[in-house]
């Protein structure tokens, strides 16, 4: 699906003859999500996002953009009075004859006739290079130096995950995903000194939804909206502009530049877990996790009594024979269901026990309960941006050491 403009001679057209002309000139791929579009106020690429997300935009410096021309070492801007005005100059050694692709990734790529790369158009004019496209590192993900990482922990609480640790340019998705039937446990992430692609010159290359709206206005119109999935709020320059987006693309962290002159604010929407939901969720997690054990050993006692059985046998006759085995395995059981996870034996012990290598504990509690919850509630100042989350209980605490 890769477009082309062909500088190769042909039997109408040569590099000298080809002209592109604003209104008349647009190009994306089909089924695609980037475009390149060319108007009488400049060249424009962008994300075919709701709305459209700009990451490049050339002003050559005046009103009405006659037409452009691919000449063989730049692409030319012409003005009314069909003369040269400005230049998109690429360096090459080569007067070979070259063609021009709007590729799907939304490189604009100029090649030598025999298909070999010399020369990357809009890079050299988007700030910090690869990370100013917007999916060079996949959704949610934060392009740092050329580096693909999710955004880190709040508060000790992950709410962001690689979709393929192996191939992090693949990007990030939520650790539970956004539920409209659950907006009220919506909340909202400030991610610091992260910036997105849009702001990465100004004026942004998207339109605010709010303009003149204080930062809390924002945040809350974003947080109302079900279809938001992140906040941007812009007070630079003495504006304050809400970005309201639908689609989150790759993030950047912000160079010591972009925070001088630019002062941006980034709000990720993410589903907060409700501290009675969070308990449900570790009892019953807690309770099958015992009701499994137990099955496993009943599992294995049934497995040897049916090996040691004779078909003959009467059953009074097998429960005499191996009692010992079906009171040990119940002591086995009880070992596994104490209240106390540091007092229940591993794996390996029971298999030990099992064996007939290893004693089964005899100071055990037969009395089972449910022990009582840690703390994990997560409190939510107005449900804006500020997350005080306690350390989430972690497995060997539900199910003991194994």
Known sequence: STLVLSHAATSSLSSSTLKLTPRKWHLHHKGGVFSLSLTSQGLFSYINSNPPQGYFFYNPGIDNISYVQFLNRSLAFFNQSFKLFSELEMVSTSSALQY???????????????????????????NDGDCGYPTFCGNYSIC?????ICPPPINGTNYFRQINEMLPNLGCSLVTPLSCEA??????????NITYFPFSKYPPYVNPDYQDITLKTCTQACLKNCSCKAAIYDSSFNVRNCYLLSQIFS?????????????VKVYIKVQNIPPRQLQLEIILGSSLGSLLVLFLLIGIFAFLFWKKTNADEVEDEDMQLHGEEVVNTMRVAAWCLQNDFTKRPSMSMVVKVFEGVMNVESDLDYFFSNGPLLNTRAGVDNQEVHIIAATPLLPSILSGSR
């Open 144 to 148: 740092s130096n050329g580096q693909c």
């Open 183 to 192: 907006s009220k446990n919506h909340i909202l992430l400030e991610l610091q």
């Open 251 to 263: 993030l950047k962290s912000m160079d010591e530049e972009t925070k001088t002159y630019f002062n």
């Open 100 to 126: 021009m692709r709007f590729e799907p990734d939304g490189h604009l790529r100029v090649y030598h006739e025999d298909q070999t790369q010399w020369y990357d158009v809009l890079t050299q004019y988007i």
